[in-house]
């Protein structure tokens, strides 16, 4: 799910004219306008001049403050940004600054100060749109949802057209699980701007939790995306080169994402970045967001640059990639949250690759291929993409063995004296389908239980939905057990309350498949007909647990009533699992390393003949 965040920082509509300094308000004003000019076009060392220039002159000029505070926020200094822009609200207290303040407190990861600094200027300003709009969406990082969601709602009703309250009024009720619901509010806000991206891009994320979407309605769609991002994008046909030959350097290969940190893709390259052989491939990161981590901190020795996009325009950001030199540059969010695909539009790299983050068609040309392996990208699937297949030999992902130190705990079930089943992803996934058959599991293995761990049930809202799922098919509320969101350590060691994890479908457990292997739980899932629906089993047939892969609704169930019967080979296999995922190329960082190289360069090596062709 993409989320844009909050309204624009703005900065007041009387100075945009232009003129030539000279000690009286009337330049001054003028030099401002000059430097708000620059600052909405990423000129930020301009902006930051003339500002100064006006601070010089009058040291109390308070659009000049706040105008200089933002330029500090988009340099990502946001202690500097706080401290112009309060100085500018003691001299001068107005809606606007408090507004841009709570932009600052937003993208300095500080949601409770942001919704104060909201609140601050709603109340000066009652009818102020974009105010009520990022309230919300601080709210909602707050975990306030029903808040949050009225907040969109006070935006809607004071400006019918806001299509950015309406994408973010979705991403809400994606939260609480209400599907349908998002998938509407989605489609409004791209009724009323059809070139707005992330609310398209929300949609196509969104439309995989749908068993009724079939790949070609899904291809369609993102056609669809892809026909908008093209009418704002200029791509390049042709590239920057070094004085050395390529074939005599590292090939340059850059990743954009906004998940370098623990997020499941920082799980999945955490390990293979620090294999990279540095002779065959320099690592260019391009994170979308600052926010970082103990992982962030893990992996940055591994990148050679380490280049902040999230304040620049797709045009920038792919100007600046271009002029890095880029040979292979990975797309790691696909149509996931803080995704950047619209840069891609722009071709700033010969060869562009859609890896890891993703699990479908971006719709866009201009990524030459998907990254994937023979389970996830089986050759009659091939029309689902108009990127190219490229198949690695193993499991197209790598996971990193958690830090934490979680045991592997005996099989519950021989105390217990009855077979837990366990999902610990996002409910979105429980679809209604999912729910029966699980249900059906429920009927048919005595005093069985289902643990259902997910952040959504921290909501009240969301366990009561749930167990009225559940109730519709005679399943009692004693026979389910649901908690919330845990730190990870004590979220591992939930999974030494289960016996057999479930994984849902189409959408199935990718990240909560490798974990709950790693902690010795073995997970059945049931063969899909896309990308996405087949992760989970590339992950088990990667692990040696090709049994554990059902056909259909009614294998699924036999195999797991099958399995929960077998507590003697349930209890033989949870001893050795760990070990035997750990020993597997699912953990293996060295090897999958070794064919990452090898598909980059190869990829480039195509990409050199087809120019060379075409010289020819």
């Given at each position: 799910m993409n989320d844009p965040g909050n309204q624009g920082l703005s900065m007041s509509e009387n100075a945009r004219v232009s003129g030539q300094l000279t000690p009286t308000p009337q330049t001054l004003e003028l030099t401002l306008a000059e430097a708000l000019a620059h600052y909405e076009a990423d000129r930020l060392a301009e902006a930051q001049t003339r500002l100064r220039r006006v601070l010089a002159i009058d040291p109390e000029h308070t659009d000049a403050m706040h105008l200089l505070g933002l330029v500090a926020n988009r340099q990502g200094q946001y202690e500097t940004a706080t401290e112009l822009i309060m100085a500018a609200i003691t001299r001068k207290p107005q809606a606007l600054y408090y507004f841009n303040l709570g932009n600052v407190m937003q993208s300095n990861n500080r949601p409770a100060a942001a919704a104060e600094c909201f609140r601050q200027?709603?109340?000066?300003?009652?009818?102020?749109?974009?105010?009520?709009?990022?309230?919300?969406?601080?709210?909602?990082?707050?975990?306030?949802?029903?808040?949050?969601?009225?907040?969109?709602?006070n935006a809607i009703n004071l400006a019918p057209e806001h299509a950015q309250a309406y994408n973010n009024l979705a991403n809400t009720l994606m939260e609480l699980d209400e599907l349908d619901a998002a998938i509407e509010a989605y489609r409004s806000a791209i009724a009323l701007r059809p070139d707005f991206a992330e609310p398209h891009s929300n949609l196509l994320f969104a439309l995989n939790y749908l068993a009724s979407t079939t790949?070609?309605?899904?291809?369609?769609?993102a056609l669809r995306f892809a026909a908008q991002i093209r009418t704002r994008a200029k791509p390049w046909k042709d590239w920057l080169v070094d004085d050395v030959p390529r074939t005599g350097r590292p090939l340059r290969v850059g990743i954009v994402s906004g998940d370098l940190k623990r997020h499941p893709v920082g799980y999945f390259i955490e390990s293979v970045v620090a294999e990279l052989d540095p002779t065959r491939i320099e690592l260019i990161a391009y994170p979308t967001r600052t926010l970082e981590d103990d992982l962030t901190a893990r992996i940055k020795p591994c990148f050679s640059a380490w280049t902040s996009i999230a304040g620049m325009s797709d045009e920038a950001a792919a100007q600046h990639i271009r002029n890095d030199r880029i040979d292979v540059l990975l797309d790691g969010a696909g149509h996931t949250i803080y995704n950047r695909l619209p840069l891609f539009a722009w071709k700033p790299a010969p060869v562009q690759?859609?890896?890891?983050?993703?699990?479908?068609?971006?719709?866009?040309?201009?990524?030459?291929?998907?990254?994937?392996?023979?389970?996830?990208?089986?050759?009659?699937?091939?029309?689902?993409?108009?990127?190219?297949?490229?198949?690695?030999?193993d499991s197209y992902l790598c996971f990193t063995p958690p830090q934490d130190d979680a045991q592997v705990s005996p099989l519950p079930m021989l105390t217990n004296d009855h077979v837990t089943f366990g999902y610990f992803g996002q409910l979105a996934k429980m679809t209604d389908q999912v729910v029966a058959l699980w249900a059906r599991l429920l009927?048919?293995?005595?005093?069985?239980?289902?643990?259902?761990?997910?952040?959504?049930?921290?909501?009240?809202?969301?366990?009561?939905?749930t167990l009225r799922r559940f109730a519709a098919h005679r399943i009692d509320a004693s026979r389910l057990i649901l908690e919330g969101r845990s730190p990870r350590a004590e979220y591992l060691a939930a999974y030494?309350?289960?016996?057999?994890?479930?994984?849902?479908?189409?959408?199935?457990?990718?990240?909560?498949?490798?974990?709950?292997?790693?902690?010795?739980?073995?997970?059945?899932?049931?063969?899909?007909?896309?990308?996405?629906?087949?992760?989970?089993?590339?992950?088990?047939?990667?692990?040696g647990l090709d049994t554990w892969i059902a056909t259909d609704d009614e294998d699924y169930l036999a195999r797991a009533i099958a399995f929960a019967a077998d507590r003697a080979g349930l209890a033989a296999l949870r001893a050795g699992l760990r070990e035997q995922v750990v020993a597997s190329p699912l953990c293996d960082a060295p090897r999958f390393a070794r064919n990452l190289e090898a598909a980059l360069h190869d990829m480039w090596a195509q990409h050199v003949t087809a120019v060379q062709e075409v010289a020819e």
């Amino acid at each position: 799910m993409n989320d844009p965040g909050n309204q624009g920082l703005s900065m007041s509509e009387n100075a945009r004219v232009s003129g030539q300094l000279t000690p009286t308000p009337q330049t001054l004003e003028l030099t401002l306008a000059e430097a708000l000019a620059h600052y909405e076009a990423d000129r930020l060392a301009e902006a930051q001049t003339r500002l100064r220039r006006v601070l010089a002159i009058d040291p109390e000029h308070t659009d000049a403050m706040h105008l200089l505070g933002l330029v500090a926020n988009r340099q990502g200094q946001y202690e500097t940004a706080t401290e112009l822009i309060m100085a500018a609200i003691t001299r001068k207290p107005q809606a606007l600054y408090y507004f841009n303040l709570g932009n600052v407190m937003q993208s300095n990861n500080r949601p409770a100060a942001a919704a104060e600094c909201f609140r601050q200027a709603i109340a000066m300003q009652p009818d102020h749109v974009d105010a009520h709009n990022n309230l919300g969406n601080a709210l909602r990082a707050l975990k306030k949802h029903e808040a949050a969601m009225q907040s969109f709602c006070n935006a809607i009703n004071l400006a019918p057209e806001h299509a950015q309250a309406y994408n973010n009024l979705a991403n809400t009720l994606m939260e609480l699980d209400e599907l349908d619901a998002a998938i509407e509010a989605y489609r409004s806000a791209i009724a009323l701007r059809p070139d707005f991206a992330e609310p398209h891009s929300n949609l196509l994320f969104a439309l995989n939790y749908l068993a009724s979407t079939t790949p070609q309605q899904y291809l369609d769609e993102a056609l669809r995306f892809a026909a908008q991002i093209r009418t704002r994008a200029k791509p390049w046909k042709d590239w920057l080169v070094d004085d050395v030959p390529r074939t005599g350097r590292p090939l340059r290969v850059g990743i954009v994402s906004g998940d370098l940190k623990r997020h499941p893709v920082g799980y999945f390259i955490e390990s293979v970045v620090a294999e990279l052989d540095p002779t065959r491939i320099e690592l260019i990161a391009y994170p979308t967001r600052t926010l970082e981590d103990d992982l962030t901190a893990r992996i940055k020795p591994c990148f050679s640059a380490w280049t902040s996009i999230a304040g620049m325009s797709d045009e920038a950001a792919a100007q600046h990639i271009r002029n890095d030199r880029i040979d292979v540059l990975l797309d790691g969010a696909g149509h996931t949250i803080y995704n950047r695909l619209p840069l891609f539009a722009w071709k700033p790299a010969p060869v562009q690759v859609s890896w890891p983050g993703f699990f479908a068609c971006t719709g866009l040309d201009t990524i030459d291929y998907v990254l994937g392996d023979r389970h996830v990208l089986p050759v009659e699937e091939e029309s689902h993409f108009i990127e190219k297949p490229w198949r690695l030999p193993d499991s197209y992902l790598c996971f990193t063995p958690p830090q934490d130190d979680a045991q592997v705990s005996p099989l519950p079930m021989l105390t217990n004296d009855h077979v837990t089943f366990g999902y610990f992803g996002q409910l979105a996934k429980m679809t209604d389908q999912v729910v029966a058959l699980w249900a059906r599991l429920l009927h048919a293995v005595p005093n069985a239980k289902l643990f259902l761990k997910a952040e959504q049930l921290d909501t009240a809202h969301v366990r009561e939905t749930t167990l009225r799922r559940f109730a519709a098919h005679r399943i009692d509320a004693s026979r389910l057990i649901l908690e919330g969101r845990s730190p990870r350590a004590e979220y591992l060691a939930a999974y030494n309350r289960v016996d057999i994890a479930l994984s849902p479908f189409p959408y199935p457990g990718g990240t909560t498949t490798a974990e709950a292997l790693w902690m010795g739980v073995p997970v059945l899932c049931r063969r899909g007909d896309r990308f996405l629906s087949h992760i989970c089993e590339s992950f088990l047939h990667s692990a040696g647990l090709d049994t554990w892969i059902a056909t259909d609704d009614e294998d699924y169930l036999a195999r797991a009533i099958a399995f929960a019967a077998d507590r003697a080979g349930l209890a033989a296999l949870r001893a050795g699992l760990r070990e035997q995922v750990v020993a597997s190329p699912l953990c293996d960082a060295p090897r999958f390393a070794r064919n990452l190289e090898a598909a980059l360069h190869d990829m480039w090596a195509q990409h050199v003949t087809a120019v060379q062709e075409v010289a020819e």
